[in-house]
C-alpha cells in the first residue's frame, strides 16, 4: 500500500472510528468470583438478549460514549423497559432476570 493509499484508507476509515456512537455494557456474574462485561452498540438487541436468556446473572447494564466522555448507568431504564415489555406481552417475568429488575425497579 502507497503512502497515498494509506493517507486515503485514514480519511475515509478514520471517520467512522471518531463517529459518535453510544456503546451499552452489560455487566454479567458467571460465579461467586467472576463477572464478565459484555459489550453491545445497540440497545434494542441488548434487552432482547437480556430477555432471550442470554446472560447469566446480569447485575448492571452501562452505556457510554467515549468520543462524548459521558457514561450513565441505565440499569434502572432497562429493568423497567423489561417488565413493560413482559406486561405488554401477557408473560409473567423470567427468573433469570427477576433478580436483576427487582433490584433495579
Known sequence: M???????WRAIHGRALWRS???????????EA???RVERSDL?????ELVAGC???PIKVI???TLEHWMKDISTDVAGEIRARC???GVTLPDYLSDFVESHT
Open 2 to 8: 502507497s503512502v497515498q493509499d494509506a493517507e486515503t
Open 21 to 31: 456512537q453510544t456503546l451499552f455494557v452489560v455487566i454479567d456474574r458467571r460465579d
Open 34 to 36: 467472576t463477572e464478565i
Open 44 to 48: 434494542e438487541t441488548t434487552i432482547g
Open 55 to 57: 446472560f447469566n446473572d
Open 63 to 65: 452505556s457510554f460514549n
Open 87 to 89: 406486561d405488554i406481552d
